[in-house]
């Protein structure tokens, strides 16, 4: 049977929605590059960050002060137990004086389910899941579902997608890629385990820099938020034109003019009935309009000059 005559079904409609996805998972437009960019410039910002909390809280914790406590429990057992690890930090600039303590008191937290504000204040596993989404993808799990599900509320499907990512990132028990992370950007610090209770001083410049660094988590989830938000737009359209189109032909020539080259044979094993309504080369066109490639260099500079300001810590 030649693809002129080979109906669509559900199998193969999911297929070919799987192949549209990878190619624009893979595609090089402004949103994936400003995502890749934004990636390393939040683990450049991370490092930076941490040399800093490093200083600011060594000045507080000295290290001789560390290792004598250390020794003591060490040698006396429980009853000095004084010192642990932590990766969140209660920071105070004390060159500012306010009336409002909010204004100079804040913590910073590098563990990967750090708070967030704003549209991504729902979700703490957000910055987790754009960090590790090649290694939650190459599981077969789903890194984009909290952005597909926006809209949804904690749906049970949604609740169960991320309570499986939870797990592979080690959230729940902080175990596995949690625990290196947390172990990664850890500090020894001084009295109790909560971090509020023993306020760190640091400079105004300390502490600017150290909310640099917070907003360039908010620039990173963003971008993934940005990129995924496009192709989940594109995606739409696309799995509605598969469901209306009749013919499998009808999908080939939409894969063809998006740029996406197919193998005719894997796709005739079943048939299936609909009804065409989108006209491929229309929807392609559609959707290559909101598409903006690589090669427009001003654009791509314009994002790249914003997401630097943004995460600058000097």
């Known amino acids: 049977m030649t693809t002129s005559k080979l109906r669509l079904n559900t199998d193969i409609r999911k297929k070919i929605g799987g192949l549209i996805l990878s190619h624009f998972e893979n595609e090089k437009t402004t949103e994936r590059e400003n995502f890749i960019s934004a990636k390393e410039d939040i683990t450049t910002a ?14 507080a914790y000295p290290k001789d002060d560390v290792a004598t406590l250390q020794s003591f429990k060490k040698k006396y057992g429980n009853a000095c137990d004084v010192v642990a690890k932590d990766s969140c930090f209660y920071f105070a ?17 590098f563990k990967l389910d750090a708070n967030l ?15 590790f ?5 190459s599981v077969g799990l789903n890194p984009e579902i909290n952005i597909q599900q926006q809209d949804n509320g904690r749906n049970p499907h949604l609740t169960q997608e991320l309570d499986k990512i939870k797990k592979f990132l080690g959230f729940n028990d902080e175990s596995g890629i949690y625990a290196q992370w947390k172990d990664k950007y850890s500090l020894d610090v001084i009295g109790t385990s909560y971090c509020r209770s023993r306020t760190i001083p640091c400079t105004a410049k300390e502490f600017e820099q150290m909310r640099a660094f917070k907003n360039a988590r908010q620039v990173f989830v ?24 009749k013919y499998v032909k009808d999908a080939i020539d939409l894969c063809g003019a998006l740029g996406l080259d197919i193998n005719e044979n894997e796709l005739q094993r079943t048939a299936g009935v609909s009804l065409t309504i989108y006209q491929p080369e229309n929807l392609a066109s559609l959707i290559k309009s909101r598409r903006t490639k ?21």
Do not use: C, P
């Open 46 to 59: 991370y490092n930076t960050a941490f040399k800093i909390a490093s200083n600011v809280v060594g000045k």
């Open 93 to 109: 600039n004390t060159e500012m004086a306010v009336e409002n303590e909010r204004e100079n008191n804040e913590h910073f937290d």
């Open 117 to 131: 504000n704003g549209r991504f204040s729902n979700y703490a596993v957000d910055f987790g899941i754009a960090y």
């Open 133 to 137: 989404r090649d290694e939650i993808k």
């Open 222 to 245: 963003q971008s993934h938020y940005t990129w995924a938000e496009m192709i989940q737009k594109d995606m739409r359209d696309i799995t509605l034109a598969l469901k209306d189109y």
């Open 294 to 314: 690589q090669d427009n260099k001003a654009v791509i500079a314009q994002f790249k000059k914003a997401r630097q300001s943004a995460v600058a810590l000097n």
